[in-house]
């Protein structure tokens, strides 16, 4: 495994310990406080451009207009042999020295941490410690816990909407987002089956709602949205061919990929993504591709002009403040 035990780093393949009986199980996460004090700079993200769960924190600290707020370190797109590293030294506050691999911050905050060392990382700089390593907690707590400081009251999570919004994270986060890592991940041929399958059911299921749903919930841009974004903006770059997602390519679906190019095209949102970190960071996983060749292609074009205003959404967030 890739990973600390009893607070010491253990190198070895990307999600080793993640397989049983040839299927991908994800790990859970460890630190899972939801409670923080909002104050400007005191927080800290650590991320990686090429990872999907990161990305959902770096869009809604934009979303939330939280960039002079909490300040972020971005990893190397390859993970190397000491897990997620920066190209240089991070400021991480006065508690510990500054930092180069993401493991640092585990082991400051759990001298004894055993499990896999993963971003994004939620840091409190003043207590030196990891607040959440959990991007689903992490996206909740930007999406409120701010407003008072920032002023931007925009409500991704409205109660209205909640039992809607749940129950499709539930099946997106299970079937896609997880999905295309078992998919990829598969030790044998009938988990891969199994995870390619029900990957490519959903979508089926997600082209025919997004045919006559403007968004996930219904008119209004919620998380759901933005944590299916960060599968689909990857698919047809890495998981269609890193992972062997390749019954059909997002492109392939004339909703999804109109629904991915408003979505990506919503001011400031391409700033949040890096394709190019994308495909080394996947491509890089030497286990699955051993030559480490990143491939040239797809030409993909996310800025041109989609369809979704046919299915016009008065408001979109402002009506649910």
Known sequence: ??????????????AKEEIKNGAFHREETAFRETHIEPQAGRYQLFVSYLCPWASRTLIFRHLKGLETFISVSIAQPVIGENGWT??????????IPAIRHVHELYNASDAHYTGKVSVPVLWDRQEGRIVNNESADIIRILNQ??????????????????????????????????????????????SYNTAVTRLFST?????????????????????AD??????????????????????????????????????????????????????????????????GIVPAGPELDLRCAHNRERLDSL????KLR
């Open 315 to 318: 408001g979109i967030i402002q």
């Open 226 to 291: 933005w944590r299916l974004f960060v599968t689909l903006v990857r698919f047809d770059s890495a998981y269609h061919g890193a992972f062997k997602c390749n019954i059909r390519r997002i492109e392939d679906y004339p909703n999804l990929s109109n629904y991915l190019r408003e979505l990506y095209q919503w001011p400031g949102i391409s700033d949040t993504v890096s394709l190019a970190h994308i495909k080394q960071g996947y491509y890089g996983i030497l286990w699955l591709n051993p030559t």
């Open 145 to 190: 816990a701010f407003d008072a400081l920032s002023g931007n009251q925009d409500d991704f999570y409205p109660a209205l909407l909640r039992e809607e919004i749940d129950r499709w994270n539930e099946i997106i986060y299970h079937d896609v987002n997880n999905g295309v890592y078992k998919t990829g991940f598969a030790k044998t041929q009938e």
């Open 86 to 95: 920066f190209d240089e030294p991070q400021d991480a506050g006065d508690k």
């Open 203 to 223: 979508f089926d299921t997600l082209e025919t709602h997004l045919d006559s749903h403007r968004y996930i919930a219904g008119e209004y841009l919620t998380e």
């Open 1 to 14: 495994m890739s990973g600390l035990v009893n607070g010491k780093w253990v190198s070895g393949d990307v």
